[in-house]
């Protein structure tokens, strides 16, 4: 993945703030795995929508390990584990 300048500003002005001496590429790789997560997981649990849903549920909830948000702003806060 690459990240310029450009991009970087397109996310602050939708609202984005950022941290001190955060590694974006990190938190974004962090994130894409959640993504990656939950299409695993429409896989296995195909047919299985409660099991699909209660999964999803908790896999969603990790994104508050790198940020937060009041729903319109984000920041990022943290490096992923």
Do not use: C
């Not at 991009?7 to 795995?33: P, Q």
């Not at 695993?40 to 908790?58: G, I, L, Q």
């Amino acid at each position: 993945m690459n990240f310029n300048a450009e991009a970087i500003a397109a996310l602050a002005v939708h609202g984005m703030t950022e941290g001190e001496d955060l590694d974006y590429r990190a938190i974004a790789v962090f994130l894409w795995s959640l993504l990656d997560d939950i299409d695993t997981t429409s896989d296995m649990v195909k047919d299985d929508n409660a099991a699909y849903r209660a999964t999803v549920e908790h896999i969603q909830k990790k994104r508050f390990e790198v940020s937060t948000s009041d729903g319109y702003d984000i920041a990022f806060t943290k490096q992923p584990k």
